[in-house]
């Protein structure tokens, strides 16, 4: 069964950095394309960086140059920097994986991990 269980999350003001962990089990995760999203204001989350199995990857506009995701086969986790961190960073972060290869959509999710950034 998959299992994707997020840590890192925390409070911090802006500027500051955060690192967010996601642990996975039951899927190959050295061919798996991973993700992180957040909730944002509506009903659909919001993609905010993916990998793909090659280590090639995408990260929302709003994001590109503070945030980076990686992947360490070796420990089936996958990582989020976080850097100059701002208030509209606030949300809940989970973690997807997204396929095999390349991230096509999330099919299983973490249970989520809180960033909050004050001004």
């Known amino acids: 069964q998959v299992q994707l269980v997020e840590s890192g999350g925390g409070s911090v003001q802006a500027g500051g950095s955060l690192r967010l962990s996601c642990a996975a089990s039951?899927?190959?995760?050295?061919?798996?394309?991973m993700g992180w999203f957040r909730q944002g204001q509506g009903n659909e989350r919001e993609l905010v960086a993916a990998?793909?199995?090659?280590?090639?990857?995408n990260y929302a506009d709003s994001v590109k140059g503070r945030f980076t995701i990686s992947k360490d086969n070796a420990k089936n986790t996958v990582f989020l920097q976080m850097n100059n961190l701002t208030p509209q960073d606030t949300d809940v972060y989970y973690c997807?994986?997204?396929?095999?290869?390349?991230?096509?959509?999330?099919?299983?999710w973490g249970q989520g991990t809180q960033v909050t950034v004050s001004a």
């Open positions: 997807a994986t997204g396929g095999v290869g390349y991230f096509s959509r999330a099919n299983y």
């Open positions: 039951g899927i190959h995760f050295n061919i798996a394309a």
């Open positions: 990998i793909n199995r090659d280590g090639s990857t």
